[in-house]
Structure formats: structure tokens, C-alpha cells
T-cell receptor, first 114, second 114 residues
Framework: IAGITQAPTSQILAAGRRMTLRCTQD?????MYWYRQDLGLGLRLIHY???????GKGEVPDGYSVSRANTDDFPLTLASAVPSQTSVYFC?????????????FGPGTRLTVL | GESVGLHLPTLSVQEGDNSIINCAYS??????FIWYKQESGKGPQFIID?????DKRQGQRVTVLLNKTVKHLSLQIAATQPGDSAVYFC?????????????FGRGTQLTVWP
């Protein structure tokens, strides 16, 4: 069982480019999440999905979009990347979307926007 | 504002000693807490959790203590090993918040020296 996989591992991107970060889980978890991690700011929620077909905005959603066409995949898209989106991005999933469900994290994607 | 925080940003211990990592929270509505370990270049890894109806929970070499009176959470690692070197985050899942929303502290860097 792989758990959660993310791709790419790292990416350098020119400002203004479109980029999709991929996330796949094989645990059949209902809920999935995208976080960004910045030095000194910790992990911040970008978007989440409680179940396939639904998505919601987190703490820092601007400049990002997500889709949840099926249970396993939860891609994150930067429509037009800006340098402030340089960060490490983590995808996570949990069995339910409840307030007491443990979230399990992927290995992360390191994104640099120049 | 309310936040999950940590008393110390760094902690250095000798191999074989016990480690104690602290976390303070200010939201009395929080009812579920999680400790994560993050090694360099990897995603956060679940260690142990505790619900607000408990004061203590033990795992393998780890114990989490919850003091709701002073809104304090601690992670105790017994017989600390070099492989325990990592950043440790506490997270809370506040009752009534966005479903599945985790609020993370900024982390404590644990360094184990021989």
C-alpha cells in the first residue's frame, strides 16, 4: 500500500505559468486536503474535499483551484503562478471529514516560482 | 487571535534521555489533538493523538499528556534515539470549525546527539 503519492517531487516554474500538482491516495479515504508549508508559518490549509464531487476553501485559497472527480485523486492547480506561491505543498487525506479524523500526509512537492 | 503554539522552537537531548515537547493552545473548544513528526524533506507523520475526554495516552515510547485546565499539551519520548531527530508539530481540530480543519503549531526541532 503506497498511501499518498504526490507528483512532481519538485518543480521550478516561471511566473505566469500554469501548474498542476498531483495527489493520489489508495486508502479509499473520503476526505482530502492541500496544505502549503512555509518557514515560520507552519502548515496552512489551501483547499479541502470532504468527499468526491465536493470541494471547499481553506485558509489561503487565492490563486489555487482543486477538483475531486473521484475518491483517489485531488489535483491542485495554480492557474498563473506567482513567486509568493513558492512553497512546499502537502496533500493529506482522512477516512472521514469529521473534526476528529486523523489526517495522513504525502511526501510533498517543493515548488519554486521564479 | 487563538493559535496553537509551542513553548520552545528547539530542543537538544542526549541519546537515551527522555524528551518532552510542549504545546499550548488557547481555544477551549478544541476537542482533538494530534502530534506529528516531520523529518527533513518528508511529509508530517502521525505519531499519536488524544481526545479532550482523556488526560493521557501512551504509544510505543511516546506519551501524550493533556492538561485542559491550563490548555497545555505535551509529547514525551522515552529513551530518545537519533532517529527521533525531527520537527514535531502539535495540531488541534477545533470543534465547530471547518470539517477536518487542522490548526498546526509552528513546530519544535528536536536534535538528538550521541
Amino acid at each position: 500500500i503506497a498511501g499518498i503519492t504526490q507528483a512532481p517531487t519538485s518543480q521550478i516554474l516561471a511566473a505566469g505559468r500554469r501548474m498542476t500538482l498531483r495527489c493520489t491516495q489508495d486508502m479509499r479515504h473520503n476526505a482530502m486536503y492541500w496544505y502549503r508549508q512555509d518557514l515560520g508559518l507552519g502548515l496552512r490549509l489551501i483547499h479541502y474535499s470532504n468527499t468526491a464531487g465536493t470541494t471547499g476553501k481553506g485558509e489561503v485559497p487565492d490563486g489555487y483551484s482543486v477538483s475531486r472527480a473521484n475518491t483517489d485523486d485531488f489535483p491542485l492547480t495554480l492557474a498563473s503562478a506567482v513567486p509568493s506561491q513558492t512553497s512546499v505543498y502537502f496533500c493529506a487525506s482522512s477516512d472521514g471529514g469529521g473534526a476528529s479524523d486523523t489526517q495522513y500526509f504525502g511526501p510533498g512537492t517543493r515548488l519554486t516560482v521564479l | 487571535g487563538e493559535s496553537v503554539g509551542l513553548h520552545l522552537p528547539t530542543l537538544s537531548v542526549q541519546e537515551g534521555d527522555n524528551s518532552i515537547i510542549n504545546c499550548a493552545y488557547s481555544n477551549s473548544a478544541s476537542d482533538y489533538f494530534i502530534w506529528y513528526k516531520q523529518e527533513s524533506g518528508k511529509g508530517p507523520q502521525f505519531i499519536i493523538d488524544i481526545r479532550s475526554n482523556m488526560d493521557k495516552r501512551q504509544g510505543q515510547r511516546v506519551t501524550v499528556l493533556l492538561n485542559k485546565t491550563v490548555k497545555h499539551l505535551s509529547l514525551q519520548i522515552a529513551a530518545t534515539q537519533p532517529g527521533d531527530s525531527a520537527v514535531y508539530f502539535c495540531a488541534e481540530n477545533r470543534k465547530g470549525s471547518t470539517l477536518g480543519r487542522l490548526y498546526f503549531g509552528r513546530g519544535t526541532q528536536l536534535t538528538v546527539w550521541p
